[in-house]
C-alpha cells in the first residue's frame, strides 16, 4: 500500500496505510478506504457517496444494459428490431390482353395543289335511258314526249326519232325525260339544246377530252366550246362559233346542225375522227366566214351549194 501524504500512524505507532479493496461483488457505490496496519486484515466498508460518472470502454462495451428488444408491430405483423426489416411486398396485377379492333384501310390523302382561282365544280353529263318510243308514252312523261316529238320532227325525221338507237332519238329521250333543266316544249331556244345534244350523241360526246357543262343543269350557250351571241330572230341567243377542234369527237355530222346554225360564223371541228361525208345543206350556214375540217376522215365530195356561201374565204 502507499503511504498516506498526512502521516498517520496506528495505536502501537506504526505506519497506517491507505489501501482500496476492489470487490467484484460491490454494488451501489464506490469501496472505501480503510486504515491498515502492515499485519492487520484489511476491512471494507461502503461509504454513502454520490456515484461518479461511468466510463465504458467504447470498443469492448461491458456494462451495456441487458434489454429485451420491444417488438415492433406493423401491418399486423411482429418485427424484432434484431431482425432484418421485411421486404415489402408488391401486389401483383394479371393483365388481360386487350384485343385490337382490325381498323379500316384508309386510302392515304393526296395532297392537291392550291389553284390560285378556284372553278365551279363540273357536274357530269346525264345520260339518256334506253327507253323504246312505245314505252315511254305510257309512262308520265309521255305527253312531255309527244309534245317535243311533234316539235322536233321539223327539223329531224320521224324515222330517225323513233329509232331507238339513233342519236336522234337519245337527244329527245334525254330532253323529254333527263334533262336535268327540263325545258319546256314551247321553249324558244328547244331547238338549239336539242342540236348540240344531237351532236353530242353523234360525235361520241362521252369520251370527249373536254366536254365541261355539256348535257347539265347549265344554259347550252355555256357548254364547251359554245359560244353564243343575240343574233337570232327576234334577239334570240344563237350560236355563231362552235370549236371542238382536237377533242376526239369521232362519228358523223348531223345535217340538223347546219340548219340551225344558220348564224353561224367559226366552225373549227379539225383533227378529230370525224367520218361521213359533209351534208349538202351546209349553204344554210349562209354567215359563216370559217370552216375547219381538215385532220379528219370525211369522204365524198364536195357540195356544190358550198360555192352560195358568200363570207366564206
Not at 486484515?41 to 461511468?54: D, E, G, Y
Not at 434489454?67 to 396485377?93: F, G, K, L
Not at 347549265?218 to 334577239?235: I, M, P, S
Not at 371541228?269 to 349562209?286: E, T
Request: proline share 11%.
Amino acid at each position: 500500500g502507499d503511504t498516506g501524504s498526512d502521516g498517520d500512524t496506528g495505536s502501537d505507532g506504526s505506519p497506517v496505510n491507505e489501501t482500496v479493496s476492489e470487490t467484484s461483488d460491490i454494488e451501489g457505490g464506490f469501496p472505501s478506504i480503510s486504515p491498515t496496519t502492515n499485519n492487520a486484515p484489511i476491512k471494507t466498508s461502503i461509504i454513502n457517496r454520490p456515484p461518479a460518472a461511468l466510463q465504458f470502454d467504447t470498443k469492448y462495451p461491458t456494462n451495456t444494459p441487458n434489454v429485451a428488444p420491444i417488438p415492433i408491430s406493423t401491418n399486423n405483423q411482429i418485427i424484432s428490431p434484431t431482425m432484418n426489416p421485411p421486404v415489402p411486398t408488391i401486389p401483383t396485377t394479371t393483365l388481360t390482353p386487350v384485343q385490337l379492333q382490325e381498323q379500316p384501310n384508309t386510302p392515304t390523302p393526296v395532297q392537291t395543289p392550291i389553284q390560285q382561282e378556284v372553278q365551279p365544280p363540273i357536274p357530269p353529263p346525264t345520260k339518256a335511258p334506253m327507253i323504246s318510243t312505245v314505252a315511254l308514252s305510257m309512262s308520265p312523261v309521255g305527253a312531255r314526249f309527244t309534245q317535243m316529238y311533234n316539235s322536233i320532227s321539223t327539223i329531224s325525221s320521224m324515222q330517225t326519232l323513233s329509232s331507238a338507237n339513233s342519236p336522234q332519238h337519245r337527244a329527245l329521250l334525254w330532253l323529254a325525260k333527263s334533262d336535268p333543266l327540263a325545258v319546256s316544249p314551247n321553249d324558244p331556244y328547244l331547238f338549239l339544246r336539242y342540236t348540240l345534244a344531237l351532236c353530242y350523241y353523234s360525235l361520241n360526246g362521252e369520251d370527249w377530252v373536254k366536254n365541261d357543262y355539256w348535257m347539265s343543269t347549265q344554259n347550252e350557250c355555256n357548254w364547251y366550246g359554245v359560244t353564243c351571241d343575240g343574233r337570232g330572230e327576234e334577239n334570240l341567243q344563237t350560236v355563231i362559233k362552235l370549236d371542238l377542234s382536237e377533242n376526239n369527237l369521232k362519228g358523223v355530222l348531223p345535217s340538223e346542225m347546219f340548219g340551225v346554225f344558220n348564224f353561224i360564223g367559226v366552225l373549227k371541228l379539225h383533227s378529230n375522227n370525224i367520218f361521213g361525208a359533209i351534208p349538202n345543206n351546209i349553204d344554210n350556214m349562209m354567215q359563216l366566214k370559217r370552216l375547219e375540217l381538215y385532220d379528219n376522215f370525211i369522204t365524198g365530195t364536195i357540195p356544190k351549194s358550198i360555192g352560195n356561201m358568200k363570207r366564206l374565204g
